[in-house]
């Protein structure tokens, strides 16, 4: 019970740090100005937007942690990263596995089953969380204020279900919706082609010794995005320190079948359609 101590204090910390962001961000409610009386119902708030999360999180790292059992790799159980002063409450989670890969099959099972699991969820979250948004005349942004950067599915998914008119309009999101945009977030992030992300699984599996080069072009692309977003600079100099090499797998010859083929094909689709060039816009 001990080795899962860890894991369940993450997880708790984590549902709490949510919690809070959804009350205080996402639900603009001051649980300081209230402590302590009506801390509990603070954080009842934000369970529209923690709840969703979690779940997205949880099932992203369950589907690689069960691939990896599945190909009999040894792999440990999710870790999840609070963190109350990000705007979301959290870094997201990971595994870690513990003893190499067989072969390419194993490694687009294992690195794409995550991504896909999470982005369908996502999207569930954000089709329902955007048929209970509404939207408004734009207005002047105070200083300080922030919204969410829009990937090509997002934008198509707020046009088709809230009809607005984004040049005009603003989106009054509801908390489920930040949610499912939090989710496509992370699994854009997860599947970018760099080092042992599931992105750079995905690109071993298929480039080999080439997927080293691929990664260090997307870092340089990073780098200059970060031009016009200080956060892709950030994540580059991450990708760095995290490095782009990627472990070989124990049988490189393995051919790869076309389901195999397929998920990596989805997996650079959604990739490509959950990216937002400029994810957070805060008004100076």
């Not at 934000?46 to 779940?55: R, V």
């Not at 979301?88 to 896909?116: E, H, N, Q, Y």
């Not at 090499?245 to 998920?263: G, I, N």
Request: one cysteine or more; charged letters at 10%.
């Amino acid at each position: 019970m001990r080795r899962y101590a860890l894991h369940a204090a993450l997880f708790f910390l984590t549902l709490l740090s949510t919690l809070f962001a959804g009350a205080y961000y996402i639900q603009d409610y001051d649980l300081l100005a209230e402590f302590p009386a009506r801390v509990l119902p603070g954080l009842v708030k934000g369970a529209p937007f923690s709840i969703p999360l979690m779940i997205i999180l949880g099932s992203h790292e369950f589907a690689h942690y069960i691939n990896s059992r599945r190909h009999h790799v040894e792999a440990t159980l999710p870790y999840f990263i609070p963190f109350p002063l990000n705007i979301f409450g959290t870094l997201g989670a990971v595994i870690k596995m513990k003893s190499p890969i067989l072969d390419r099959v194993a490694l687009i099972d294992i690195g794409a089953s995550g991504p896909l699991v999470g982005f369908v969820l996502s999207v569930i979250f954000c089709v329902a969380g955007l048929s209970m948004s509404n939207s408004e005349a734009i207005k002047p942004i105070a200083s300080g204020e922030m919204s969410l950067g829009g990937s090509l599915l997002y934008v198509g998914l707020v046009k088709l279900f809230v009809h607005a008119d984004l040049a005009k309009d603003a989106v009054n999101l509801h908390p489920i919706a930040v949610a499912g945009w939090v989710g496509l977030f992370v699994t854009s992030i997860n599947l970018m082609p760099v080092g042992q992300l599931d992105g750079g699984h995905i690109s071993y599996a298929f480039l080999g010794r080439r997927h080293r080069l691929v990664s260090r072009i997307f870092i340089g692309v990073l780098a200059v995005m970060g031009l016009f977003f200080i956060g892709w600079l950030m994540w580059a100099v991450l990708l760095i320190i995290m490095g782009t090499k990627h472990p070989p797998v124990m049988d490189p010859r393995a051919p790869l079948d076309f389901k195999r083929k397929l998920a990596g094909a989805a997996s650079l689709v959604i990739f490509i359609i959950t990216f937002p060039p400029i994810p957070v816009i805060i008004q100076i």
